[in-house]
């Protein structure tokens, strides 16, 4: 609990000597303020989202983070995290994210993740005012001394200008006039950037201890995992949807049996604002519902959300509870559906919600494989879906299967689901967040008692794994 120290003046002593002028004593006492620790755990969720707070923008964040920085500092220390607070900047770098592969779905595309790292490269000898076309060329340099190559053609420069928009978003690489679209028709399209050099050194969330340059191999092992598992379960926890316990190494298994409740999962709970849900399928930090108005508060990939994507994948939840193969999965509850089970369901999830008003985005509903990917995508992102590869062929070729968890339970009904049912069902039931539960400010909450839980009925049948 924040508390701030108050001052009192105590009643003059009589009994002392009335010709004492000096000032009377002053009685120290604490008053405690319980908003104080709404307020840090808000800002830690919305870090935890949005991990770059710049100056000009965020201002009023900036300064809530400055206020409560002791009661920052002391949470994410516990995953491994580090907070850098500046006169303009705020920047929390996490560690290694817990599924990394996964969360790639979601991210930019690999010749944009290349361009975003050549410009940083070009900016560090840049001057802190430039023009566009000055900084690409630089950019072109450092491809060439790095033997990549370089084309020239739409592809690159549309990898180019989403590149600049990333470093525009964390105040890096700023557009200071102008506009970065121009510079897909003309290289030297009027446009003048702010180059911030003193947070370049910041972009780079995770450097690890190691020298890329004598051991790439060993740096990208740190940069790709974190090594202490208890700091792995707490990041999963804060940072993902959910921890599926069938997912897990030994020594994950037994923190998450021994610490979760206790002196380590759920105080950090706490301190994020969050409400710990324990099954004996897993457990998951849950974001209450009065802790957010808005979906874009509860990270890249909140679900369910209204959207052509996220109704066709509550349509496939409910499809796999009923259709799924139970066997073989990664644990008790687990459903599975080959690639092409998924898209044929889709396929049919399709004509039944045409395209037009109040159907499904006309991109979607003639291309099943397209929708089956995006549904994949989010329902990989938020950990409902375990995708692994099996024999099935009789030419002993590998297709794609899907393995939805215990935890869509929370969403699947028995049979398929109505469009309009849907619908109603995404409005009514408290959303969880993806990526990120983290995200958002509100007040203190404690999780509902009504509802729906987060893991499946099978789970209300089995006894919760004790803690020792």
Request: glycine share 8%; with cysteine; net charge negative.
């Amino acid at each position: 609990m924040s508390e701030e120290t108050l001052t009192e003046t105590t009643k003059p002593d009589f009994a002392a000597d009335t010709a004492d002028t000096t000032d009377p004593p002053r009685r120290r006492r604490k008053a405690w303020r319980p908003e104080a620790d709404t307020e840090a755990a808000a800002l830690l969720r919305h870090l935890a989202a949005t991990p770059w707070l710049v100056g000009g923008r965020d201002d009023d964040l900036i300064a809530a983070v400055r206020r409560n920085e002791t009661a920052l500092r002391s949470a994410v220390a516990r995953l491994g995290w580090v907070l850098v607070i500046e006169r303009d900047l705020v920047r929390l770098r996490k560690s290694a994210p817990p599924r990394p592969a996964v969360w790639a779905f979601q991210g930019p595309s690999p010749a944009t993740c290349s361009w975003f790292f050549l410009l940083v490269a070009a900016a560090e000898s840049m001057p802190p005012r430039i023009a566009l076309g000055q900084l690409v060329t630089a950019a072109r340099a450092a491809a060439a001394e790095a033997a990549l190559p370089s084309r020239n053609d739409m592809a690159e420069r549309r990898a180019v200008v989403a590149a600049l928009r990333m470093l525009d978003e964390r105040g890096v690489v700023e557009r200071l006039d102008g506009d970065l679209d121009g510079y897909l028709h003309d290289e030297q399209a009027p446009v003048l950037l702010a180059v911030h050099h003193t947070r370049l050194a910041y972009v780079v969330a995770n450097p690890g201890t190691l020298d890329p340059a004598t051991d790439p191999h060993g740096w990208l092992e740190q940069a790709q995992r974190e090594p202490d598992p208890a700091r792995r379960m707490r990041r999963a926890l804060v940072d993902d949807t959910c921890v599926h316990t069938a997912l897990l190494d030994e020594a994950e298994a037994q923190w998450l049996s021994q610490r979760v409740r206790g002196d380590d999962g759920a105080p950090l709970a706490d301190a994020f604002g969050l409400g710990l849900e324990r099954r004996a399928e897993g457990a998951a930090f849950v974001v209450p519902s009065e802790a957010f108005r808005h979906f874009r508060q509860l990270g890249p990939m909140p679900f369910p959300v209204p959207g052509t994507i996220a109704h066709a994948a509550l349509l496939l939840l409910d499809h796999a509870a009923i259709h799924g193969t139970p066997g073989n999965g990664p644990g008790p509850g687990w459903r599975g559906m080959t690639q092409e089970q998924v898209v044929a369901a889709l396929t049919d999830f399709a004509g039944n919600n045409a395209s037009g008003k109040g159907g499904w985005g006309a991109e979607y509903s003639s291309d099943p494989l397209l929708l089956a990917t995006k549904v994949r995508d989010l329902l990989a992102g938020t950990n409902l879906v375990h995708l692994t590869h099996a024999d099935t062929q009789p030419d002993d070729t590998t297709t794609s299967m899907w393995w939805f968890a215990p935890t869509t339970g929370r969403w699947a009904e028995e049979g398929t689901a109505a469009s309009k049912a849907t619908r109603q069902r995404t409005r009514s039931r408290t959303h969880t967040s993806a990526t990120q539960r983290p995200p958002a400010p509100g007040n203190r909450p404690t999780r509902p008692q009504e509802g729906p839980d987060l893991f499946s009925a099978l789970a209300a049948e089995q006894k919760e794994e004790p803690t020792q």
